[in-house]
C-alpha cells in the first residue's frame, strides 16, 4: 500500500520520491495511514539509500539490522549493502515465523527443518505449506553510488535483483501505474536531474489511482552524498509541479477545441 521510486539521474546521481502512507499488516486486517512525519526512505550509508513499501514494523525491523551489519562490516559497494538487506531481510522473516510456528504448533522453524521425520506426515505438509507461502508483506529498494549509479530489490523471495539497466524501479502497490508512467515519459538514466525529478513526481501523481497511494511524499537524492529534501523545499517544488499540470490541461482543451473545428469529426 504505497509507491517508492528510485532512478539513476544524469548518469552519476540517484532520485528518490515516495509517498508517506504507512501500512500495517496484521491478520484478517491491513491498517493504512498517511503520516507528515514518515520516514520511508532512509540513508543506510553515505551514498545508498533505502526505500521500503509494506509493513512498517516488519521494514524498520529489517533496516535496523541492516545497519548493524553496515556498522560491523562497512560495505564499499551498493551489492554488498543489498546483499546484507537480504540477510537482514532472512533473518527477520525466519524470527517472525519460528514465533508463529512456536505458538501454534510448539515447534520453531529451526527444530522442525532438522528433524521432518520426527512429525506426523500431515503436520509435514501444513507446516511446509505455511513456509512457502509465508509473507512478511514487505519490499525494500537499495539505490546508491559506488563506482556508477546501482539499484537493486529485495523483496520476501530471498533474491536481490538487480534495476539498474532500467534506469529506475518501482515497488508499492501502486507500482504499475507509475512504471507505465515512466515508460510513457521514456524516461532513461541520462535525464537531467529536474527532468528527471518531474519525470517521477509525474509517476508518483499516476501512482495515486491506487486507493493505498498517499498524496503528500519526500524527496530525496545522492549528489556526492545522501541528502533529503526539507519540507519547504518540496512544498515550493510541488508548487511548480501542479502549476505545470494545469498548464497542461488547458493546453490540451486548447487542442481539443482545434480537433472538434476539423471539418468531418
Known sequence: MTICIAAISERDKIIAVTDKMLTLERPNMTTTFEISDSNKVCDLTDKTLALFAGDV??????????????DAKKPTTVIEVANMTN???TEHWESVISKWLTLRYKVDLETFMKNQQAFDSDLIKRINT???DFDIGVQILIAGIDNSPRIYQVDNGGMVVEQTPLGYA?????????TLSLIESEYNSSFEKPKALYSLLEAKKRAEYDPGVGEHCDIAIIDGSFKKYDGSV???VMETFNKSRVTVQETKKK???????IKGV
Open 57 to 70: 514494523i516488519h521494514a524498520n525491523e529489517i533496516l535496523k539490522r541492516t545497519k548493524d551489519k553496515i
Open 87 to 89: 540477510e537482514a531481510f
Open 130 to 132: 505455511i513456509v512457502a
Open 170 to 178: 518501482c515497488i508499492g502497490s501502486g507500482r504499475e501505474h507509475a
Open 234 to 236: 518540496i512544498d515550493k
Open 255 to 261: 487542442y481539443f477545441t482545434e480537433i472538434k473545428s
